[in-house]
């Protein structure tokens, strides 16, 4: 099952705080790179928040360090992106994804990818 369905975008005012859910199939919950990335008007996709599992490593971006926390329900399968004191910046659509890689995650190890969730802040 390699499904990832991404969940909880909406609007927020500048300051706010949303959090983000991906529901996971089993198979690419066990992937060991797990991450979010966001698309921006205009803009190139770029990664937002990244878990890489094997290493325990967690790397953001530096537009969103401080502000945004990625976590793992391992319970219940779902990642999520806990983002707060939102900025108009961060209105984007955000998509979360799943791969494998043997050192560390970078952005073309993530073959899986859900639909996507618009985020909006004004």
């Known amino acids: 099952d390699v499904q990832l369905v991404e969940s909880g975008g909406g609007s927020a005012q500048p300051g706010g705080s949303l959090t983000l859910s991906c529901a996971a199939g089993?198979?690419?919950?066990?992937?060991?790179?797990m991450g979010w990335f966001r698309q921006r008007p205009g803009k190139d996709r770029e990664g937002v928040a990244v878990?890489?599992?094997?290493?325990?490593?967690?790397t953001y971006a530096d537009s969103v360090k401080g502000r945004f926390i990625i976590s793992k329900d391992n319970a219940k399968n779902i990642l999520f992106l806990q983002m707060n004191s939102l900025k108009s910046e961060d209105t984007a659509m955000y998509y979360c994804?799943?791969?494998?890689?043997?050192?560390?995650?970078?952005?073309?190890?993530?073959?899986?990818w859900g639909q996507g969730t618009q985020v909006t802040v004004s």
């Open positions: 994804a799943a791969g494998d890689a043997r050192v560390s995650c970078v952005t073309n190890d993530f073959i899986y």
């Open positions: 089993r198979y690419t919950y066990k992937r060991n790179c």
């Open positions: 878990l890489w599992i094997g290493g325990a490593q967690t």
